[in-house]
T-cell receptor, first 114, second 114 residues
Framework: ETGVTQSPTHLIKTRGQQVTLRCSSQ?????VSWYQQALGQGPQFIFQ???????GRGNFPPRFSGLQFPNYSSELNVNALELDDSALYLC?????????????FGAGSRLTVL | AQSVTQLDSHVSVSEGTPVLLRCNYS??????LFWYVQHPNKGLQLLLK??????LVKGINGFEAEFKKSETSFHLTKPSAHMSDAAEYFC????????????FGPGTSLSVIP
């Protein structure tokens, strides 16, 4: 079975720009969650997608948005980038929306905002 | 409200000696508890999971954790550290029915001295 893949692995943007991060979920998983991990901290929940709909959001502003496609892959979009958006963005897929499910993580996309 | 406390931000052990990484949690319900490991430049990997079955949970690579409800603890142990165990470890608490109640602790960095 394939795991979770994320692209790009690294990218550098400037303040005010927009970025799109991509994630392919593990085979058989229909739910994708996105996390932001700042340096030296634990991952923070951004939002979750299930059946192509946003299924919940953490404490992040609307300039963080996403999509899920029929093949369950997903995108994270961030508009009007700020310096504090610099972080590792992790995508995780799971069997369904239950919090008891194991999350399968990708290696992450490291975003640097200058 | 749920929360996770990892009592040590950094732990250093000698190779071949026991490992103890401490985690305390608070939850309004019977939670699921997880330990994930993050090696440098890699995604998070599940070590083990507790979901109200046996209180002593065995995971991969010789790790195990004991759920103690009276102490609200879920400490991670390993009898003998290996150099490859050096990584960041995250304790996670989750409510089964809620996507946004997956809470990561701040992490414990484990160093293994040869």
């Amino acid at each position: 079975e394939t795991g979770v893949t994320q692209s790009p692995t690294h990218l550098i943007k400037t303040r005010g720009q927009q970025v799109t991060l991509r994630c392919s979920s593990q085979s058989g998983h229909n739910t994708v969650s996105w996390y932001q991990q700042a340096l030296g901290q634990g991952p923070q929940f951004i939002f979750q997608y299930y059946r192509e709909e946003e299924n919940g959001r953490g404490n992040f502003p609307p300039r963080f948005s996403g999509l899920q496609f029929p093949n369950y892959s997903s995108e994270l979009n961030v508009n009007a980038l700020e310096l504090d958006d610099s972080a590792l963005y992790l995508c995780a897929s799971s069997l369904d929306v239950s919090g008891a499910n194991v999350l399968t993580f990708g290696a992450g996309s490291r975003l640097t905002v200058l | 409200a749920q929360s996770v406390t990892q009592l040590d931000s950094h732990v250093s052990v000698s190779e071949g000696t026991p490992v103890l990484l401490r985690c305390n949690y608070s939850s309004s319900y019977s939670p699921s508890l997880f330990w994930y490991v993050q090696h440098p430049n890699k995604g998070l990997q599940l070590l083990l999971k507790y979901t109200s079955a046996a209180t002593l949970v065995k995971g991969i690579n010789g790790f195990e954790a004991e759920f103690k409800k009276s102490e609200t603890s879920f400490h991670l142990t390993k009898p003998s550290a290996h150099m490859s165990d050096a990584a960041e470890y995250f304790c996670v608490v989750s409510e089964e029915t809620s996507y946004d109640k997956v809470i990561f602790g701040p992490g414990t960095s484990l160093s293994v001295i040869p």
